[in-house]
């Protein structure tokens, strides 16, 4: 198989995790035969500073040449100055707009060798199993008026949070379609009893169920919800719920698994062109020591293979060996003990090498069945 890869590593520990990433996914573009071509295109900060503006034309040229596109993070201290057009954010909110990339899945499961990891106790979070699905492209985050202003006489701020009704519908058939091939549960989540648009968000969630009479529907208000994750997370198989619940929620259930480090995520489109990238963000603090976790991208990259590429078999070979290197006790500074981490490289070089070794094992099942 031919692909075009967009690669936009970002701002902070972007470049380092998705350099990993690369090396990785040549390996399976070895293993397998494939030809994967890798674009380059700038984003964030590192495109305010060279081209002075966060998403340069070029970037999202390059996008839209592409099969599938795989992002850092964007964002740093060096820019907090800048007027909000200005900033690294601005680049990748333009990005998912550009290529309307509404649907943001953010699977949430652990690791049987990472239980100890979490700040929850063992048994909470054995068996934890499942996906945030964040609506992308509405909400607080793009809707405008958005600005100072000046409100009966004072001094005063508005930020707009809008939805069109058919951006409510299709990221809940989005998340009915997920759950009808999980454990068939959707919690929506909301703040029904204060928004007009969580209101809204229910009736619609209320029409979208009736057509998958399989899959049952609980709606959760918000506030709530943030304690459900911590007090039960097992209850929940699909999380439907809109663009800045889903930013806030995502980062608390991350460290149900133990580390942000770990969680992938997909953002798609109604286009075809998908967007994968880990939910961290850019980690300035740790920039440039080599001491990131890559495994978030590296897992992105995976579901970027099965799902824009159809490549499962490729994209189990990357979790396995993901799993495997996990088993074998390597930690990255996130979750090791002091003294004992490995590096960003190191533990990519690990996951490479145990892709050689599921394959090679497959082979010889393959030989002996
Ligand atoms: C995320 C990030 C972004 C968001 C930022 C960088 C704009 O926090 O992907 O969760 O808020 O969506
Ligand atoms: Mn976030």
Redesign the pocket.
């Known amino acids: 198989m031919k692909k075009t890869i967009a690669l936009l590593p970002g701002d902070g520990i972007g470049k380092e995790v998705v350099d990993v990433t690369v090396d990785i996914l040549k390996a399976i573009a070895e293993h397998f035969h494939h030809q994967f071509q890798f674009n380059y295109g700038l984003i964030g900060g590192d495109a305010i500073d060279q081209k002075g503006t966060p998403l340069p034309e070029e970037t999202i040229a390059i996008c839209k040449d592409s099969d599938a596109i795989i992002l850092g993070a ?2 740093g201290p060096k820019w907090d100055q800048n007027p909000m057009e200005l900033r690294p ?1 601005r680049g ?2 333009a990005l998912r707009k550009e290529l309307d990339l509404f649907a943001n899945l953010r699977p949430i499961k652990t690791f049987e060798s990472l239980l100890d990891s979490s700040p929850l106790k063992k048994e909470y979070v054995d068996g934890v199993d499942f996906v945030i699905v964040r609506e992308l492209t509405g909400g607080l985050y793009f809707g405008k008026p958005s600005e100072r202003i000046v409100h009966e006489g004072e001094d005063a701020v508005v930020d707009t949070l809008l939805y069109k009704r058919y951006e409510i519908e299709r990221i809940l058939v989005s998340a009915f379609e997920i759950a009808s091939k999980r454990r068939k549960h959707v919690t929506s989540v909301d703040k029904a009893n204060v928004l007009e648009s969580s209101r809204v968000w229910r009736e619609v969630a209320e029409e979208v169920a009736a057509r998958y009479p399989d899959v049952t529907l609980e709606h959760m208000l918000v506030d709530n919800a943030a304690m459900q994750l911590i007090r039960s997370p097992k209850q929940f198989d699909v999380i439907v719920t809109e663009n800045m619940f889903g ?1 806030i929620l ?1 980062d608390e259930a991350s460290m149900i698994t133990g580390s942000l480090g770990l969680l992938s995520s997909a953002s798609l489109s109604s286009s075809g062109l998908h967007l994968f990238e880990p ?1 961290h ?1 850019s980690a300035p603090d740790i920039a440039g020591k080599n001491i990131a976790n890559p495994i978030a991208t590296i897992l992105s990259a995976a579901m970027m293979l099965r799902q824009s590429f159809g490549l499962e078999e490729e994209a189990k070979a990357i979790e396995k060996a993901v799993d495997n290197v996990l088993n074998a006790g390597n930690r990255t500074a996130d979750l090791a003990e002091d003294g004992k981490a490995v590096s960003t490289k190191q533990i990519g070089e690990e996951i490479k090498n145990a892709l050689g070794d599921d394959h090679a094992i497959l082979n010889i099942m393959e030989a002996y069945s």
């Open positions: 964007v964002g954010e990748l909110l930013d995502s939910v963000g």
